[in-house]
């Protein structure tokens, strides 16, 4: 048994339905799910936060094959049961804005400087940031071209699509720039983040990490 990730296929996705297949007692009570719409916390990107039925989840998170949705209590809820899940659509807008920038951030850079390739990202608000080896050229160069080429695609409101099996080959596209495999949620197009600021760029043993924020 696993959970259906529903939102791999559509990050759309704010209510679904889903069955109990486990109720976990813990520390913290964990509830199983036949299939989500909550983005389990992983790959740079903080989890969702929302309902099953009445009950709040506060965290989500990938263990084996299931997604755990970590919640003060079970109420009244039965294995078995058909449930109502959704998720607070503004805090996956915010984290999905993040992860976004942080893919576009990679592209505009490793065509700007082909020297250079993205090694790995972190996209949770005001911690967001790409980091990057290879040759690194200078600081202000980098952060001169960044700022006007991120702004000239967010204003040509560049589609993001999701390439292959949602639930096996999974790429993430933004327009014409090589696919990349991500697990996350995404904005449809670019212009839903009307700007992304470059907070910092600094260069250490050999790594390019490029800080930034995301307007709300």
């Not at 940031?129 to 290879?134: I, T």
Request: net charge negative; with cysteine; charged share 20%.
């Amino acid at each position: 048994m696993t959970t259906l990730k529903l939102y791999l296929e559509d990050s759309g996705l704010s209510e679904a339905t889903a069955k109990i297949v486990e109720l976990i007692n813990g520390e913290q009570p964990i509830i199983r799910l036949d299939r989500t719409i909550f983005h389990a916390q992983g790959g740079g990107q903080k989890s969702d936060i929302g309902l099953i039925d009445n009950i709040l989840v506060t965290h989500a998170s990938h263990s084996d094959n299931y997604v755990d949705h970590y919640v003060a209590d079970f109420g009244n809820l039965e294995v078995g049961q058909e449930v109502n899940i959704s998720i607070d659509i503004n805090n996956r807008l915010i984290h999905a804005k993040h992860h976004v920038a942080g893919h576009l951030i990679a592209a505009l850079i490793e065509k700007r400087f082909p020297d250079l390739q993205a090694t790995g990202g972190h996209h949770w608000p005001g911690q967001a940031r790409v980091e990057f080896s290879g040759t690194i050229p200078p600081i202000e160069k980098v952060q001169e071209s960044l700022k006007s080429d991120l702004a000239e695609a967010i204003f040509e409101d560049i589609p993001v699509q999701v390439k292959g099996d949602p639930y096996g080959s999974r790429k993430i596209a933004i327009g014409d720039f090589p696919a990349v495999s991500c697990g996350g949620t995404h904005p449809k197009s670019l212009g839903t983040l009307r700007e992304v600021e470059v907070t910092k760029i600094k260069s250490q043993k050999g790594v390019l990490r490029v800080s930034y924020s995301v307007a709300n």
